[in-house]
C-alpha cells in the first residue's frame, strides 16, 4: 500500500520534474537568443535515421557541395590529405583530451598570453635548435638557414614560392642561435573542449586562400578588438599573429581555448597559458650537438679578423693562409659530421608528419557543431583553387558563420556524443575506391572485346548488387534493394542531433548515393551483354555500352575527388625513408631538396590553376637527402 502510494506520487513528480527541466533547458536557451538564427538545442532533437525513414529526413544539398564535405571530414587531421587538398574553408569543433602533452621549444620563458604548441616534440625541437655552423658552411648559410625553418610561432616560409607573405611579425625570439634552448612539456590539466581545428593546409603563411578560416574571424572582429600588434591599417595584410590575437580575443568570451592547424605536424595556438589548463611539466634544457661533442665556439670568419673576403663576404679561397686552411679544413669535417646529425632532428619531423598522414587521434572531432562555408554560398569546387573568403561570400554568410560558431562554442564540445564521420567516410572510400579504379582499370584497356569487359566490370558489381537484391514480399518489415545500400553504408553511428550533423549526412547520402547509381547503372548496362553471351545471343549495341559505362564511371571518379583516388606513394618507402607530401608551409625540406635544380620538389605548376599542385605521385625521401 505505501509502496503503490509511493510510486503513485513519485512518478508524477518525475515526470513534473523532467518537463520542468525541458522548460527550463530548452526555454531559457531560445530566448537568451532572440532576434538570431535558429539555434537547435541539442538534446530535444535528436532524431533516429531508420532505412524507413531516411529518404524524407535527408535534406536538399548538391553533389558538388557534398563531394567538397564528404573531402574535408576525410581529411580532416591528416597531415598529407589537409596538404593535398589544402585550402580549407571549414572550423571542426576540437577537443584535447585532459592529459595530452604539448610542446614548446624555446628560451624556457613562460608564455603570458597566447602561444604556440606543438602535438610532436619533434615539430618543435627542429625549428627551436639551431646550432652555430663552423668552417665553410658559416658563410654560406647566413639568412639561409638549413633545411628551411618550421614550426610554431616561427617566421618564414618556403623560399621561391612567390605566393608566400613577407609581412608575418612572429616573435624572432626563438630564432637565437647562440642562446640555450629548452623544451618545454606542457600537459592538458582538464578537457579542453573549446578549440577550433582549422583545416587545409592553415598554418601555410600564404595569400591564396589557406588561411582564410583564420583571417574572416579576424577581419570580422577586428574593428572591435583591441590587439597588441599593429593592426592592418585597412590594408589586406596578412599576419598570422594578428589573426590568433584577434581570434583569441573575440572568443574569449565563448571560452575559446585555441585553434588548431596543421604545418608539418598539428600545432595549437593555445589562447591563455594562465588559466590553468595547462601545467608546465617539464622544462629540460636541449644541448646542442657541437657542447655535447665538446667543440669550441666556431672561428669567426670575418674580415675583421683577418679572412680574405670579397665585396659580398664570399672567401677568396687563394688568398688563404695555411692556418686559415687548417683551421677550415678542421671545421668543415666537424661540419660535415654534425649535419649528419642535425638532419636526423629534420627527418624526425617529417617523420612525425607523416605518422599523422592517417590522422591524429590525440585530437577529438564533435561534428555536431561544425561551422563551414559550404553549402551556404557558392564555393569553387576546386579545393585546390577554392577560397573562403572569395567574391560571392556575403557579409551576411559571413555573420551567420561567426553566429554559428559563437553559438556552437557556447556548450563547449563533447567529441562522445558526436557521430564520428571521419569513421564512416574511411568505411566507404576503402570500400569503394579499389572497386571503382578496378572497374576503371577494365574499361581502360585496349584490346579487349566487349564481351570480356562487360564480364570483368560484371564481376565487380554483381558481388555488389545480388547482396542487395530486390525480392520484397508482402508486407515485409524487411527491406533490400538500392536504398538499402545506400543506407547501410551512410547511416549515422549516433543520432542526428544539430544542423550540422544533418548537412554532414545529407551530403554522405547525396554522395553515397551518386556511388551506388553508378554500380547499379554500370551493372544495368552490361549485364545484357554478359546474359546474351550465356544464352548464345548477341547484343547489338554492346559497343556503346561500354563507352556509355565508362564516361559514367569517369564522370563518377572525377565528381568524388577522392584523395585515395587521386594520390599514391611512388612506392613502399623503406625504413630510412618517409613518403613525402609537400607542405605549403615551412618545412624541414623547405620546397627545394638540398643540391637539386627541382625547384618545387613533388610539385608541379598547373597552368589551369595558375598555381603549384602536389604530384599524384608521391615521393619517397631519405635521411640523407636531407643533408
Ligand atoms: C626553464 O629552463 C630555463 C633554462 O634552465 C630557465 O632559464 C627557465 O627559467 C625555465 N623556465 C621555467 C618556466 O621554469
Ligand atoms: C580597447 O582599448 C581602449 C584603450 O586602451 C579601451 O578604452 C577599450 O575599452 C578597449 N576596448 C575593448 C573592446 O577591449
Ligand atoms: C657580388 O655579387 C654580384 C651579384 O651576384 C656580382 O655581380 C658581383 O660580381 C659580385 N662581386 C664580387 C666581388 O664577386
Ligand atoms: C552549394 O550550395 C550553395 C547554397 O545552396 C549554392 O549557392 C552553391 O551553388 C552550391 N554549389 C557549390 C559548388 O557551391
Ligand atoms: C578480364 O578477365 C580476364 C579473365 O578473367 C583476364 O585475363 C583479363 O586480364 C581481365 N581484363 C582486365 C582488363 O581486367
Ligand atoms: C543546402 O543549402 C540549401 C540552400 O540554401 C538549403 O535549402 C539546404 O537545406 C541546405 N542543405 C543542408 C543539408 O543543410
Not at 513519485?10 to 535558429?38: E, N, Y
Not at 571549414?90 to 604556440?116: C, Q, R, S, V
Request: hydrophobic letters at 35%.
Amino acid at each position: 500500500m505505501r509502496k503503490r502510494f509511493a510510486l503513485s506520487v513519485a512518478l508524477p513528480t518525475a515526470l513534473l520534474l523532467v518537463f520542468a527541466t525541458w522548460i527550463v533547458l530548452f526555454q531559457s536557451r531560445s530566448t537568451s537568443d532572440l532576434g538570431l538564427p535558429k539555434f537547435i538545442p541539442l538534446r530535444e532533437s535528436k532524431e533516429k535515421i531508420t532505412w524507413r525513414n531516411f529518404q524524407d529526413k535527408v535534406r536538399p544539398i548538391d553533389l558538388e557541395n557534398s563531394t567538397a564535405i564528404f573531402n574535408s571530414i576525410y581529411a580532416a587531421l591528416r597531415q598529407s590529405g589537409s596538404d593535398l587538398h589544402p585550402v580549407g574553408v571549414t572550423y571542426f569543433p576540437a577537443i584535447i583530451p585532459k592529459g595530452t602533452l604539448l610542446f614548446h621549444a624555446g628560451k624556457g620563458e613562460m608564455p603570458e598570453g597566447l602561444e604556440w604548441l606543438a602535438m610532436d616534440h619533434e615539430f618543435s625541437l627542429n625549428f627551436g635548435s639551431r646550432r652555430q655552423a663552423y668552417g665553410r658552411r658559416s658563410l654560406s648559410r647566413r639568412g639561409k638557414g638549413p633545411g628551411g625553418p618550421g614550426g610554431p610561432g616561427k617566421p618564414g616560409g618556403p623560399p621561391g614560392s612567390g605566393k608566400q607573405d613577407q609581412s608575418s611579425d612572429q616573435p624572432k625570439k626563438n630564432f637565437d642561435r647562440s642562446g640555450s634552448m629548452t623544451m618545454m612539456t606542457f600537459r592538458a590539466t582538464r578537457d579542453l573542449n573549446r578549440f577550433l581545428y582549422l583545416d587545409g593546409a592553415s598554418a601555410s603563411k600564404s595569400t591564396t586562400g589557406e588561411m582564410d578560416t583564420q583571417k574572416m574571424i579576424s577581419d570580422l572582429v577586428g574593428s572591435q578588438s583591441n590587439s597588441t600588434s599593429d593592426g592592418d591599417n585597412g590594408k589586406r595584410v596578412m599576419s598570422e599573429r594578428l589573426y590568433a590575437e584577434r581570434i583569441c580575443s573575440w572568443g574569449k568570451k565563448y571560452g575559446l581555448e585555441g585553434i588548431i592547424r596543421v604545418e608539418v605536424g598539428f600545432e595549437l595556438v593555445l589562447c591563455d597559458f594562465l588559466d590553468g589548463s595547462t601545467e608546465l611539466v617539464s622544462n629540460n634544457s636541449y644541448p646542442l650537438v657541437n657542447d655535447m661533442l665538446g667543440l669550441p665556439p666556431p672561428t669567426k670568419i670575418t674580415a675583421e679578423n683577418g679572412w680574405p673576403l670579397d665585396a659580398n663576404g664570399t672567401l677568396i679561397e687563394d688568398q688563404l693562409t695555411e692556418e686559415q686552411r687548417a683551421i677550415l679544413k678542421k671545421e668543415d669535417d666537424w661540419e660535415t659530421r654534425m649535419r649528419k646529425f642535425d638532419t636526423m632532428d629534420s627527418f624526425g619531423q617529417l617523420l612525425a608528419g607523416e605518422i599523422h598522414d592517417k590522422g591524429d587521434r590525440r585530437i577529438h572531432l564533435d561534428y555536431r557543431h561544425m561551422v563551414t562555408g559550404l553549402n551556404r554560398t557558392y564555393i569553387n569546387p576546386d579545393p585546390n583553387n577554392r577560397r573562403l573568403l572569395n567574391d560571392d561570400i556575403s557579409l551576411e554568410v559571413e555573420l551567420g558563420m561567426l553566429h554559428d560558431l559563437e553559438n556552437s562554442l557556447k556548450g563547449g564540445f563533447d567529441s562522445s556524443e558526436s557521430t564520428d564521420w571521419q569513421q564512416v567516410l574511411d568505411e566507404i572510400v576503402d570500400k569503394f575506391s579499389p572497386m571503382l579504379k578496378g572497374m576503371e582499370r577494365v574499361l581502360d584497356a585496349e584490346d579487349k572485346s566487349v564481351n570480356i569487359v562487360a564480364e570483368n566490370i560484371t564481376r565487380y558489381t554483381t558481388s555488389f548488387v545480388r547482396r542487395f537484391i530486390e525480392k520484397q514480399r508482402e508486407g515485409s518489415k524487411l527491406d533490400s534493394g538500392r536504398d538499402f545500400a545506400i543506407y547501410q553504408y551512410s547511416r549515422p553511428l549516433k543520432d542526428l542531433a544539430t544542423d550540422s550533423d544533418y548537412l554532414i549526412w545529407s551530403a554522405v547520402v547525396r554522395v553515397v548515393t551518386e556511388v551506388v547509381d553508378t554500380i547499379y547503372s554500370l551493372h544495368e548496362t552490361l549485364w545484357p551483354i554478359v546474359l546474351s553471351e550465356f544464352q548464345g545471343d548477341v547484343v547489338d549495341d554492346a559497343y556503346s555500352r561500354v563507352t556509355d559505362s565508362q564516361q559514367r564511371l569517369k564522370g563518377l571518379i572525377k565528381a568524388l575527388n577522392w584523395i585515395p583516388l587521386n594520390f599514391e606513394c611512388e612506392k613502399k618507402c623503406d625504413w630510412d625513408e618517409v613518403c613525402y607530401t609537400p607542405s605549403w608551409g615551412p618545412s624541414p625540406l623547405g620546397w627545394t631538396l638540398p643540391d637539386s635544380t627541382d625547384e618545387h620538389f613533388g610539385m608541379h605548376f598547373d597552368s589551369k590553376r595558375q598555381r603549384q599542385v602536389i604530384d599524384s605521385e608521391l615521393r619517397c625521401v631519405k635521411i640523407d637527402s636531407l643533408l
